[in-house]
């Protein structure tokens, strides 16, 4: 892993796996809309920057180029199938043995293992309608970019972030194959580490083909399964999160 493209590089979360890739000493190419670029100012003379939107398939042809990973924030903005558009570009003009990593949120599930309360599948149904009314974000634009890099053969990873807080990194989070299983009980996670994950999968072939959920390392459902316990009184029923926040 030599030189990483990160898709959606100015929102939190892209700033953050911006720091991680650099602190591994990556060659990095940020993609974000053009009057977000000043948020990357940080990183000046540290990265090149392609400016524009990041479903334009020639945007994402030139950001892509020559690099071996790929990290995409599938943030679900708009009414124009941003998420999809962006998750197919990807896919479209990687390199062809390039690693690819997204991110989005539980609500985005890869088979009948994924378990979601009534709680849940309602939060999803209203945000889902004031979406449309309001005409801002597409939350069924983020299932359709999860259908199409489920059914790729790229070497994908498609990481499911549960509810994101700020605060000092705690450490890699931890995963599980199937939404809805104990370990994730906790559904909370510091964005710095969501970052960390999506940086780490860059280089771990365990997670080709994979869509882990992930969840805070020392959260009390994380906790409680490292010591083969499950946690009792945990929520587990927060709102779907998209996984970034730009």
Same mark, same amino acid.
């Given at each position: 892993?030599?030189?990483?493209?990160?898709?959606?590089?100015?929102?939190?979360?892209?700033?953050?796996?911006?720091?991680?890739?650099?602190?591994?000493?990556?060659?990095?190419?940020?993609?974000?809309?053009?009057?977000?670029?000043?948020?990357?100012?940080?990183?000046?003379?540290?990265?090149?920057?392609?400016?524009?939107?990041?479903?334009?398939?020639?945007?994402?042809?030139?950001?892509?180029?020559?690099?071996?990973?790929?990290?995409?924030?599938?943030?679900?903005?708009?009414?124009?199938?941003?998420?999809?558009?962006?998750?197919?570009?990807?896919?479209?003009?990687?390199?062809?043995?390039?690693?690819?990593?997204?991110?989005?949120?539980?609500? %985005?599930?890869?088979?009948?293992? !994924?378990?979601?309360? *009534?709680?849940?599948? #309602?939060? /999803?149904?209203?945000? +889902?309608?004031? &979406?449309?009314?309001?005409?801002?974000?597409?939350?069924?634009?983020?299932?359709?970019?999860?259908?199409?890099?489920?059914?790729?053969?790229?070497?994908?990873?498609?990481?499911?972030?549960?509810?994101?807080?700020?605060?000092?990194?705690?450490?890699?989070?931890?995963?599980?194959?199937?939404?809805?299983?104990?370990?994730?009980?906790?559904?909370?996670?510091?964005?710095?580490?969501?970052?960390?994950?999506? %940086?780490?999968?860059?280089?771990? !072939?365990?997670?080709? *083909?994979?869509?882990? #959920?992930? /969840?805070?390392?020392? +959260?009390?459902? &994380?906790?409680?399964?490292?010591?083969?316990?499950?946690?009792?009184?945990?929520?587990?029923?927060?709102?779907?999160?998209?996984?970034?926040?730009?």
């Amino acid at each position: 892993m030599r030189k990483v493209c990160v898709i959606g590089a100015s929102g939190k979360l892209g700033r953050y796996m911006v720091r991680h890739a650099l602190d591994r000493g990556y060659e990095v190419v940020g993609v974000c809309r053009e009057r977000s670029v000043p948020k990357l100012a940080e990183f000046a003379d540290r990265i090149t920057v392609v400016p524009g939107p990041t479903n334009d398939r020639e945007v994402i042809r030139r950001a892509v180029a020559g690099c071996d990973g790929v990290l995409t924030v599938l943030a679900p903005w708009g009414v124009r199938q941003y998420s999809s558009g962006t998750a197919q570009a990807v896919l479209d003009h990687a390199e062809p043995d390039a690693r690819l990593v997204f991110s989005c949120g539980w609500h %985005v599930a890869r088979d009948d293992g !994924d378990r979601y309360s *009534r709680t849940f599948r #309602a939060t /999803v149904r209203v945000v +889902t309608l004031l &979406a449309r009314l309001v005409r801002a974000v597409e939350i069924d634009d983020q299932l359709e970019a999860g259908r199409r890099i489920f059914a790729s053969d790229r070497r994908w990873t498609l990481v499911r972030g549960s509810d994101l807080e700020e605060g000092e990194s705690q450490g890699l989070p931890v995963w599980s194959r199937h939404v809805g299983d104990p370990v994730l009980e906790s559904n909370l996670t510091r964005r710095v580490d969501f970052a960390l994950f999506m %940086v780490e999968a860059l280089t771990d !072939d365990t997670l080709v *083909r994979e869509a882990p #959920a992930i /969840v805070g390392c020392r +959260t009390p459902s &994380a906790l409680a399964h490292a010591q083969g316990r499950r946690s009792p009184g945990l929520p587990g029923d927060g709102a779907p999160s998209s996984g970034e926040n730009p």
